[in-house]
């Protein structure tokens, strides 16, 4: 008898390169001439937000381009990043958080599972948690799933690893 074959679906960041990418942008904040003297500042939040404070929404823009360039230098998604409203902070700064995303929706699991299930492949897909489990009888099956869900990441607000491929 075959045995099954499977891989996992996640949605995971690399923590510690998200901690070098915003103290590189931290150091390149002290040394930029735009940004001297601006007053301003990046902070990672315990791996569940990073927040940028800035004098004006033009800076913030520009401290923001430096994030997401550092990130994709890293490896990392820039859609980990859920931009929240701009506001206002102290002393006439402006102030933007950004939440990061982690681990797949129930709504964007089953949109995932739908998905697969579209392809008429013979393989299963199960929600387990924050992320899909997909097996099937042929690895030919599964590397078809993969290459269909990459070719689609566009369709999905969050960044897919393909994790245990057994």
């Known amino acids: 008898m075959a045995k099954d074959c499977s891989f996992d679906i996640v949605s ?3 923590k510690q390169e998200l901690v070098n990418a915003v103290d590189q942008v931290k150091r390149e ?3 930029r001439f735009d940004l001297k003297g ?15 404070t800035t004098n004006d929404e033009m ?3 520009n401290i923001l381009d430096i994030l997401q360039s550092k990130m994709i230098k890293r490896g990392l998604s820039i859609k980990i990043l859920d931009a929240q409203t701009v506001e206002n902070a102290l002393g006439g700064n402006v102030r933007q958080v950004f939440n990061l995303k982690k681990g ?10 739908a998905d697969i299930k579209n392809t008429k492949l013979k393989v299963q897909a199960s929600i387990q948690g924050e992320q899909v489990r997909v097996s099937g009888k ?7 799933v993969i290459k269909m869900l990459r070719g689609n990441e566009d369709n999905y607000d969050v960044p897919l690893q393909f994790q245990n491929y057994r």
């Open 12 to 14: 995971e960041f690399d």
């Open 29 to 31: 904040l002290t040394t």
């Open 38 to 52: 601006s007053n301003s500042d990046v902070n990672l939040d315990a791996d569940k937000s990073i927040t940028i």
């Open 59 to 61: 800076k913030l823009r």
């Open 104 to 113: 797949l929706t129930q709504e964007l699991a089953k949109k995932i599972v």
């Open 138 to 144: 042929d690895k030919d099956d599964l590397q078809a």
